[in-house]
Structure formats: structure tokens, C-alpha cells
């Protein structure tokens, strides 16, 4: 039985699942996600780490969480200036309260992954690997991994030749060779080693 089975079981509801997409790139937002599935949802048996899923799998996935009756999604994104104004931990831990505060419930307890959490006004609980062993964290970490991969595909249009559909500013070599060739551009998170 997972944390968030146990909490329910207890009469703890609704219970909201928080994870990111973002913090290691060079470029672009860290975008946070909060989902509430509501206890015996089938998508609960479904949803998986969004790492261990393929694009295609995940974008099924995600048109499901975001449309499915029983399911409420909030999404926030704290843009590479923010970043680089109050730093990555401080920059994601705002877009994950920013999210939470987007729902449509107000949660009982919010289940965060990683080791680190917000400041809720509700109970908040950091769940190392959180995106594999809770469902909600699951879903949660679908949908900030395709909002983030979206929005680097428009990226790409926007400032072509640096390959933010291909890499979603990662730092690989192809990112680092074209910062090399075009320099920086707006999105680029200039505090981050390899940028600047």
C-alpha cells in the first residue's frame, strides 16, 4: 500500500501528488504540477514515473489526467529570469505552491517528491522517488514533463538553431556547441555553468 493509500484508507482526502520538470536544463522554465485523483480512479493503476514512459505513452497519458472526470490538475512555471533571480530551488518550490494553489480542491496533504517541499497552508509531506511510488506524484510528474516539453517546442520556433525541440535545453553537446555559435538567448538561464 503506498503513503497515499494509507492517508485515504485513514479518511485523509483529497491528497494532492506534487513533482517538477525543469531543474537541470540550460534553458527554458522549471514547471510544477499538482494532480488530486480521486480515490479508485483507474488511472491511479496506470500512471507511471513520466522518465520511465515513452513521449508517445506520456502524451496519452497526459491528455487523459488533464480531461478525465475525478482528476484536478494545477500547473505554475517559474521562468529562467526567476531563476536566475532567486535560484533553481527557490524558483521550483514557488511554482510547486503556485500549482497546488491552482487546484480546484484544497488539499488535506500534499505529497511532494524529492526531499524538499513548499510552504503549504496544508500538511506537506517530501517523498524521496515520490514519481515511482505514488500514484499522484506519478501523474503529477506526466503532466509537468509534457507542459515543459511543449513549451520548449515552441521555444525551438521561436529561436531556431538552438535545438530546444530536440534536447528541451538540456545541456548536451549539440546546446552547448550552439550557445557556442548563436550565444545566448532570452530563455537561457544565466547563472547556470556552461551559459554564461
Keep these: 500500500m503506498s503513503l497515499e493509500e494509507d492517508l485515504i484508507s485513514r479518511g485523509e ?8 520538470a525543469g531543474r537541470g ?6 514547471v510544477a504540477a499538482a494532480v488530486i485523483l480521486e480515490p479508485g480512479h483507474s488511472l491511479r493503476l496506470r500512471v507511471r514515473d513520466s522518465k520511465q514512459l515513452s513521449p508517445a505513452r506520456r502524451e496519452k497519458l497526459f491528455e487523459e489526467i488533464v480531461s478525465s472526470r475525478g482528476v484536478f490538475v494545477g500547473v505554475s512555471m517559474a521562468d529562467a529570469r526567476c531563476i536566475d533571480s532567486i535560484n533553481i530551488l527557490k524558483a521550483t518550490l514557488q511554482a510547486m505552491r503556485e500549482a497546488v494553489f491552482k487546484l480546484e480542491l484544497v488539499p488535506a496533504t ?3 517528491d ?3 517541499a513548499p510552504d503549504l497552508p496544508c500538511r506537506c509531506i517530501p517523498v524521496v522517488r515520490g514519481d515511482r511510488l505514488e500514484p499522484s506524484i506519478s501523474a503529477a510528474s506526466i503532466v509537468a514533463k509534457v507542459t515543459r516539453d511543449r513549451y520548449m517546442d515552441g521555444m525551438d520556433a521561436l529561436y531556431p538553431g538552438y535545438g530546444f525541440a530536440a534536447h528541451k535545453g ?3 553537446r549539440a546546446h552547448y556547441e550552439a550557445i557556442r555559435s548563436l550565444g545566448i538567448c532570452p530563455i537561457h538561464r544565466r547563472t547556470f555553468r556552461g551559459v554564461c
Excluded: M
Design 25 to 30: 536544463p540550460l534553458a527554458g522554465p522549471v
Design 13 to 20: 482526502w483529497p491528497v494532492c501528488g506534487v513533482d517538477e
Design 110 to 112: 500534499a505529497l511532494v
Design 170 to 172: 538540456y545541456p548536451t
Design 114 to 116: 524529492g526531499n524538499a
